[in-house]
T-cell receptor, first 114, second 110 residues
Framework: SAVISQKPSRDICQRGTSLTIQCQVD?????MFWYRQQPGQSLTLIAT?????????ESGFVIDKFPISRPNLTFSTLTVSNMSPEDSSIYLC???????????FGSGTQLSVL | GIQVEQSPPDLILQEGANSTLRCNFS?????LQWFHQNPWGQLINLFY???GTKQNGRLSATTVATERYSLLYISSSQTTDSGVYFC????????????FGTGTRLLVSP
């Protein structure tokens, strides 16, 4: 299975600022996924990031708020822009295992916005 | 969209007990996975099980796709089994999007 490194692991940010989360995979993958987990809730897909094309966002998520970069097949970033306390969540990146659609996750970024 | 409901929402067990977690989904799927989120937030993939039965140590899972449910069995539970268990499904629409269930929060006490 892929090894996924995500950083930062946690951060406390001020309202109105932006935070960029990095996700590095130890193997080349076609698609990377970004999820949000609000406190005590399940996971919700933010967007799917393919290398060389713009990310595909789910309903309720927009590029201006959550810009995503995917410069190569092993790396992606998610930026949470103009943050408010409602953005306090765990943000997770994930990838599919080659050939079998099994999903693996990074360790997550715990974000608190004051 | 597809609805994925898990039961029970919360479960408290004494160490050594067995349990069954259930995942119901509202539409046909071609991919179902079970995950364990430990108390530190890390998500571990337990099973990829679109149909049939699989076993891994003290854990086993069964998916009956025609009846739209899956079960996760935990035998001889240990305190390290504590955390939240999620099922996630991929719809038969060709979209590569896993939809996560509501989760079951498990606490195993010594």
């Amino acid at each position: 299975s892929a090894v996924i490194s995500q950083k930062p692991s946690r951060d406390i940010c001020q309202r109105g600022t932006s935070l960029t989360i990095q996700c590095q995979v130890d193997s080349q993958v076609t698609m990377m996924f970004w999820y949000r987990q609000q406190p005590g809730q399940s996971l919700t897909l933010i967007a799917t990031a393919n290398q060389g094309s713009e990310a595909t966002y789910e309903s309720g998520f927009v590029i201006d708020k959550f810009p995503i970069s995917r410069p190569n097949l092993t790396f992606s970033t998610l930026t949470v822009s103009n943050m408010s306390p409602e953005d306090s969540s765990i943000y997770l990146c994930s990838v599919e295992d080659a050939g079998n659609e099994k999903l693996f996750f990074g360790s997550g970024t715990q974000l608190s916005v004051l | 969209g597809i609805q994925v409901e898990q039961s029970p929402p919360d479960l408290i067990l004494q160490e050594g007990a067995n349990s069954t977690l259930r995942c119901n989904f509202s539409d046909s799927v071609n991919n179902l996975q079970w995950f364990h989120q430990n108390p530190w937030g890390q998500l571990i993939n337990l099973f990829y099980i679109p149909s049939g039965t699989k076993q891994n140590g003290r854990l086993s899972a069964t998916t009956v796709a025609t009846e739209r449910y899956s079960l996760l069995y935990i035998s001889s539970s240990q305190t390290t089994d504590s955390g939240v268990y999620f099922c996630a499904v991929l719809m038969n629409t060709g979209f590569q999007k896993l939809v996560f269930g509501t989760g079951t929060r498990l606490l195993v006490s010594p």
